[in-house]
């Protein structure tokens, strides 16, 4: 019996991806937008139809494009009986207006429903403030991907995939930052079509089928970045990844102009692991114990450690990875452990969110109740803010 083959994430209705690495049709199409060529992206990769013609919806009647059509023409015959009432000027420019979004329809589809190009760019202002205001404790993290996404999003002409890989314990912040920066250039955030989220020990839980997974992530990473440039994946659990199966993409991640016509250029990859986290405590707890402060630690002090440190863990998806060897990996970002006062910082937050008043009686007795280390010192909370916010629910609990 062939091994049981494990769902890609976040599947949509285009077209499911087999053993063979090739798709199948569903019978419903999905709407069209403007997503590349002339087709939306989906999950499973691009359903098209040409542009400014007729597309038929699962039911047999008219697609949204032909909808808005028959609405302008309605419209115009409606126009005699309107006149009267509705000055002709004033008239004339509100079919002129319904006309002109019919003939750039893709454009005024977009105005309503998500597309592959961002309703708005991306703010740098906004960006830095979403990090200032829900990201504790990170000084190293918070200008890196600052500097670094807004930055890529304003290049016009990147040479290569954006690539981040973020490292250090859980709680301390690396699924926010990608949730932050999801949000930040698509308005669905985790939710939009164009951002992929891959769980290591979910999407690829047997080794045996490792083979299967290498051609179904290369199917999934072409047929989506197919339909928009500029989609973002994002890799959990790097550290619980098979060794090897990550290279399977490296050729998206290399400088090349495009890839059988496909270009990668301006695809986010974005890997979170917990590989590296113990040369980031040692240095933060080295700072900690010379009386420095932890703002004066440098990216220069553990980015190299880093990637030494997850090329060289045989429990790393890094493990002798050619991401590394080849150095397509543009930043390693590590992630701090929190101290007492971060969690704080965290529980103010949630109550606010809440709709809460802050009670700072309340968020002492919470921070208080975590776990700290090293043992002796008790510097870092073990858990960071990940399990304050159910900790919370007691001094709420209707």
């Given at each position: 019996m062939a091994p049981p083959t494990t769902p890609a994430p976040k599947a949509g209705k285009g077209f499911a991806l087999h053993k063979d690495g090739g798709r199948r049709r569903r019978r419903r199409s999905a709407p069209l937008k403007n997503g590349g060529a002339g087709g939306r992206n989906r999950k499973r990769g691009l359903v098209a139809a040409p542009v400014g013609g007729r597309r038929e919806n699962g039911r047999g009647g008219a697609g949204p494009g032909m909808k808005l059509g028959r609405a302008a023409l309605g419209l115009l015959l409606l126009a005699p009986l309107a006149v009267r009432a509705v000055e002709p000027i004033s008239l004339g420019l509100a079919l002129a207006g319904v006309l002109t979004g019919y003939i750039s329809y893709p454009r005024l589809y977009c105005l309503f429903a998500e597309c592959c190009s961002p309703k708005r760019s991306l703010s740098r202002e906004a960006l830095q403030k979403d990090l200032d205001s829900k990201l504790f404790g990170q000084h190293l993290a918070k200008k890196v991907i600052l500097n670094a996404v807004s930055g890529f999003i304003s290049n016009p002409k990147p040479k290569k995939p954006l690539t981040l890989s973020l490292h250090g314990w859980t709680g301390t912040g690396k699924n926010f930052?990608?949730?932050?920066?999801?949000?930040?250039?698509?308005?669905?955030?985790?939710?939009?079509?164009?951002?992929?989220?891959?769980?290591?020990?979910?999407?690829?839980?047997?080794?045996?089928?490792i083979t299967l997974y290498k051609d179904q992530l290369q199917s999934w990473i072409r047929g989506n970045v197919s339909a928009c440039a500029r989609s973002i994946f994002i890799f959990d659990e790097m550290d619980k990844m098979h060794a090897g199966l990550i290279d399977a993409i490296k050729p998206y991640l290399d400088y090349y102009d495009n890839l059988d016509g496909v270009s990668y250029q301006k695809a986010i990859f974005i890997f979170l692991s917990n590989a590296g986290a113990e040369r980031i405590t040692d240095v933060a707890l080295d700072f900690w114990r010379s009386g420095k402060q932890r703002e004066e630690i440098k990216l220069k002090d553990m980015e190299h450690a880093l990637s030494v440190s997850a090329f060289n863990n045989k429990n790393s998806g890094f493990w002798h990875s050619s991401l590394i060897d080849r150095n397509l990996i543009d930043y390693f970002v590590p992630f701090l452990p929190l101290e007492y006062k971060h969690l704080k910082m965290c529980i103010r937050v949630e109550m606010q969110s809440r709709g809460y008043e802050v009670d700072e009686d309340i968020v002492s007795r919470v921070a208080e109740e975590m776990t700290f280390f090293p043992k002796e010192e008790r510097v870092f909370s073990d858990k960071g803010c990940k399990t304050v916010f159910t900790k919370l629910d007691y001094y709420y609990d209707d």
């Open positions: 930052v990608s949730k932050i920066i999801a949000e930040n250039i698509y308005e669905g955030g985790l939710n939009s079509d164009y951002v992929h989220l891959f769980v290591a020990t979910l999407h690829f839980p047997h080794i045996s089928n």
